[in-house]
């Protein structure tokens, strides 16, 4: 009997980058396929690895991701990867071609927001994003204090009705 493992459905979250969201304006998101070893993917299935100084670099119309942190496998032996080193990106080509073109624009960067195991196959989730100033971000997290307090205010109004 070939091929008895049960096949892992739906998705499943290693990491994200919730800073990326903080210090970029999202324009666009695509996701991706990484070329990884043995042991990345047995080190990413114990549910390890950082996002926090990733970036994506475009290289003779090929996508490399830079900097993410997938710590040793802690049973591996000399077979195992280094830490962050960087690791190919599978896009179609209309995806890296349009990247291409917009990641020129002044401003623009590629990060990483978040990666995960999809049907069993480790993907990431990259963004086209733009820099936010600093006024943007005290903006953004102003914005977030106010809808917590109205939440938090309606979340009171509906206790006392009930009550």
């Known amino acids: 009997m070939v091929g008895t493992m049960a096949k892992e459905k739906g998705r499943k979250?290693?990491?994200?980058?919730?800073?990326a969201r903080h210090d970029?304006?999202?324009?666009?998101?695509?996701?991706?396929g990484l070329v990884l070893t043995g042991t990345?993917?047995?080190?990413?299935?114990?549910?390890?690895?950082?996002?926090?100084?990733?970036?994506?670099q475009l290289d003779g119309h090929e996508a490399w991701l830079h900097n993410v942190h997938v710590p040793e496998y802690s049973q591996g032996?000399?077979?195992?990867?280094s830490a962050r080193r960087k690791r190919k990106l599978l896009?179609?080509?209309t995806e890296i071609d349009k990247l291409e073109s917009k990641s020129q624009e002044t401003g623009h960067t590629i990060v990483p927001l978040a990666l995960y195991f999809k049907d069993g196959r480790a993907k990431i989730e990259i963004a086209l994003a733009r820099g936010k100033k600093e006024y943007d971000k005290r903006q953004?997290?102003?914005?977030?204090?106010?809808?917590?307090?109205?939440?938090?205010?309606m979340?009171?109004?509906?206790r006392r009705q009930r009550g």
């Open 13 to 19: 979250l290693i990491a994200q980058n919730k800073k």
């Open 40 to 56: 990345e993917v047995k080190s990413l299935r114990q549910g390890r690895a950082s996002l926090v100084d990733g970036f994506v």
């Open 77 to 81: 032996t000399w077979t195992n990867h």
């Open 24 to 32: 970029y304006h999202i324009l666009d998101t695509y996701e991706a």
């Open 140 to 153: 953004t997290l102003r914005e977030k204090q106010d809808r917590r307090e109205t939440d938090r205010a």
């Open 91 to 93: 896009l179609h080509r």
């Open 155 to 158: 979340a009171a109004v509906r």
